[in-house]
């Protein structure tokens, strides 16, 4: 096997990512390292105003980039995703599927409406980006790399009031190790990135009442008070993690998750 020089490591060029969430928070970080590392990056999020914002807050950085609106939980924007990147960039190389949302609903004031956007955004959203961009990656016939993003709650809850997101998140991790299995022959390795409290905007904001009638509050800050690094982490810390996983840094696993976290579940 030869041994690639420690300078083209973490080069991307000429590779082309999709970052699905990428126009804020953890997406944008990994958007900014990858795009740093040469590839072109594809942002694949669901609200106009904040990628039009993104693009705009990058450009002196000279990256690559393209935006294409999507929900990552309806099949035809995902397939149009696909459609618009190999269009633009001529191939699928990397695929991060960021995208997620949290919001804090305790069992008790839980609807069945809640339950199937969770799952809908979190879960299907990750097997349907996974499926048609690996399809294409097989097509391809040169490998790729999928990366997941999962959560240290697929490992251990961390608050009360998350219990369906950490059931997508558990979702997501059993599904990484299963078509890691699935994709191996085709040279796709499958990985994950289980972040612990990052600082993002939306966990800035999320505070919601802990039971339905009540003014309590749950606060993400509260369980982070037990981190051993007595501090959040930031959207660069995973960005970095997700370029190991992208380049060839990585090149002998699949079907892992990296926990960061600053040591949260040690405790």
Not at 73 to 95: C, H, M, P, Q, R
């Given at each position: 096997m030869s041994i690639v020089s420690l300078n083209n490591l973490l080069n991307l060029s000429g590779k082309t990512a999709i970052v699905t969430g990428g126009a804020a928070g953890i997406g944008l970080g990994i958007v900014q390292r990858l795009g740093e590392a040469g590839a072109n990056v594809v942002i694949a999020d669901y609200n106009q105003q904040e990628t039009d914002k993104v693009l705009k807050e990058l450009l002196p950085l000279k990256l690559n980039l393209k935006t294409v609106i999507t929900d990552?939980?309806?099949?035809?924007?995902?397939?149009?995703?696909?459609?618009?990147?190999?269009?633009?960039?001529?191939?699928?190389?990397?695929?991060v599927n960021n995208a997620g949302i949290f919001p804090v609903i305790p069992l008790s004031a839980l609807t069945a409406q809640d339950f199937e956007k969770i799952i809908n955004v979190n879960l299907k959203g990750v097997v349907l980006c996974a499926k048609y961009v690996s399809e294409q990656m097989i097509k391809q016939g040169k490998g790729g790399r999928i990366i997941n993003i999962t959560s240290i709650d697929a490992l251990h809850p961390?608050?009360?009031?998350?219990?369906?997101?950490?059931?997508?998140?558990?979702?997501?991790?059993?599904?990484?190790?299963?078509?890691a299995l699935e994709l191996a022959p085709h040279k796709i390795w499958v990985n994950a990135i289980a972040p612990g409290g990052i600082n993002t905007p939306g966990v800035q904001k999320m505070q919601t009442p802990a039971t339905a009638g009540t003014n309590e509050k749950i606060?993400?800050?509260d369980p982070m008070a037990g981190v051993p690094m007595h501090r959040m982490g930031e959207p660069d810390e995973i960005g970095k993690v997700a370029l190991f996983l992208a380049s060839d840094m990585s090149s002998y696993m699949t079907g892992s998750q990296i926990v960061v976290d600053g040591g949260f579940l040690l405790k």
């Open positions: 990552v939980s309806s099949e035809s924007d995902v397939k149009n995703l696909v459609k618009e990147t190999v269009t633009a960039f001529g191939s699928i190389d990397i695929l961390s608050m009360v009031g998350l219990a369906i997101y950490d059931a997508s998140k558990h979702g997501v991790w059993g599904l990484t190790k299963n078509i606060s993400i800050a």
